[in-house]
């Protein structure tokens, strides 16, 4: 089982926590408030443990340098507060997206000089880079959950530049219940950044009941095959009007 330094214990890295215990992983979880804040998500942690799973709370340096694989569920614009010699050689999963209202305006993004998944690489240049878990709503990853095998079991989008790293992150999405299916390069996640055509919205289940509330929508599987196709088909976001 793999040791897991989770960065980020929000609506996504609480929701990857959940599954990586259920899983029989080793969580160590890390917010910016630091370890006290975060016994009461411990505590509902711990009663997942069937399979062996564990979680601990500890600081982000700690989670940094507890991972085989270290997921960063942070907003973008908290990367370069992140302890870059900590993540030297580390797989990292990162499932940021650039929210210039959150995260301000950057240049290089709204040119579409570089993808979202390039800038972080470069923010942290010794960590090694996979993006996934980005281009599905946090509360779609338990509803669509399935095991392997499962008929109804959902494709995730996984890309990255190192074979071993995204390999690593394969295995794991595998073990947290999607099929991993390689979306290429990092230069070409753009294919799965928010406004392309393979966003959040290819896990939704009904999109009348989304746009009143989306927390309201329960999620549809989306097969392998058909996330393939739909990445194969997407187009590059104008990330310049992004008003979001
Ligand atoms: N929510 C979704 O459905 C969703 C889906 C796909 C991708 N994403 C992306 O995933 C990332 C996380 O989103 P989220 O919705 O989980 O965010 P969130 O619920 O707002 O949680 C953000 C987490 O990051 C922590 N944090 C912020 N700055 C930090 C820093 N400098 N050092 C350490 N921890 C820090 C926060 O700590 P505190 O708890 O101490 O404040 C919080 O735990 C974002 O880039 C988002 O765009 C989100």
């Known amino acids: ?9 929000g609506a996504i890295g609480a929701g990857i926590a959940r599954r990586a215990v259920a899983a029989g992983h080793h969580v160590l979880i890390a917010n910016s408030r630091g370890p006290e804040s975060l016994a ?9 443990d069937e399979l062996g799973g564990d979680a601990r709370a500890g600081t ?9 694989i270290v997921v960063l569920a942070v907003p973008l614009s908290a990367y370069d507060t992140l302890p870059v ?14 929210y210039p209202s959150r995260d301000g305006r950057i240049e290089d993004l709204d040119a579409v000089v570089t993808t979202t998944a390039e800038y972080e690489q470069a923010l942290l240049p010794g ?14 990853i338990p509803a669509l959950a399935r095991p392997s095998g499962a008929p109804d079991r959902s494709g995730l ?7 071993d790293a995204k ?4 295995a794991l999405v595998d073990t947290l219940g999607f099929e991993p299916v390689d979306a290429g390069s ?24 989304f746009a009143k509330d989306y927390l309201a929508d329960t999620g549809a599987p989306l097969p392998a095959e058909r996330l393939r196709e739909i990445l194969a088909a997407s187009h590059r976001a104008d990330v310049a009007s992004r008003a979001f």
């Open 60 to 68: 982000v340096a700690e989670a940094a340098g507890f991972g085989e």
């Open 1 to 9: 089982m793999t040791k897991l330094g989770i960065i980020g214990s």
């Open 127 to 140: 960590a090694v880079i996979v993006k996934a878990f980005n281009n599905i709503l946090a509360h779609h």
């Open 186 to 209: 990092l230069a070409q996640s753009w294919r799965f950044e928010p406004e392309s055509g393979a966003y959040t919205t290819i896990y939704v289940a009904d999109l009348d009941t």
């Open 167 to 170: 390999r690593a992150v394969s």
């Open 40 to 48: 009461g998500l411990v505590g509902e942690l711990d009663e997942l």
């Open 157 to 163: 989008a996984i890309a990255g530049d190192a074979v």
């Open 85 to 98: 010699d900590a993540l030297d050689g580390t797989t990292v999963l990162s499932t940021g997206n650039y």
